[in-house]
């Protein structure tokens, strides 16, 4: 079962890769979907296609390439991560984020932040008018993907549904 604050093995079962953010909406009732496809690995070599390169660099290309495994979205695997209601995100491209040691994070792909910079800063630009228990319940979600990096705050968990063939609500 896909969960926040797991090793979520099942995303890497096609692929040693993370998965791909294939969409971002942020709805008019502050809910946001989030769409992420697992990633599928292809066969050793396959789809070498170099032409209109020169035959010096698609020869060298070619012999590193036939070693390499693609790897796509898998078709089979596409899951919506649903908050209700969020109280922050940001949506980074991964190349630009670093790792800080002084946050404490559990899970793979999908991370649930004991301590983050976010918890901290958002404090400092948000006016909070929520109480004592429901402050309590906030959490820093994390959704890592092969090109992005997802932070949501919300007082509530969101909801993972898998949206292909079999339909099934996994609520954490």
Known sequence: ML??????????????????????????DNELSIIIAFAKQGEKGADLDLTGFPTEI????????????PVYEDPEQIYEIRFNDYI???CRN?????????????????IIFEKSNLLDYYQSVLFDWDN???????????IYT??????????????????????TEQKQ
């Not at 969960?3 to 008019?28: K, R, V, Y």
Request: proline share 4%; hydrophobic share 25%.
């Open 94 to 110: 991964e190349s630009y984020t670093c790792w800080d040691d002084s946050e404490v994070r559990k899970g793979r792909y999908l």
């Open 146 to 167: 092969e090109n992005h990096i997802i932070d949501v705050i919300s007082n509530s968990a969101p909801t993972i549904t898998k949206i292909n063939s079999d339909s």
């Open 58 to 69: 698609a020869n060298k290309a070619k012999d590193l390439l036939l070693e390499s495994y």
């Open 3 to 28: 969960a926040f604050g797991t090793n979520n093995d099942e995303i890497t079962a096609g692929s040693p890769t993370a998965p791909f953010l294939l969409s971002m909406t942020d709805n008019p």
């Open 132 to 142: 004592d228990d429901t402050k309590s319940k906030r959490k820093h979600y994390g």
């Open 88 to 90: 922050i995100y940001q």
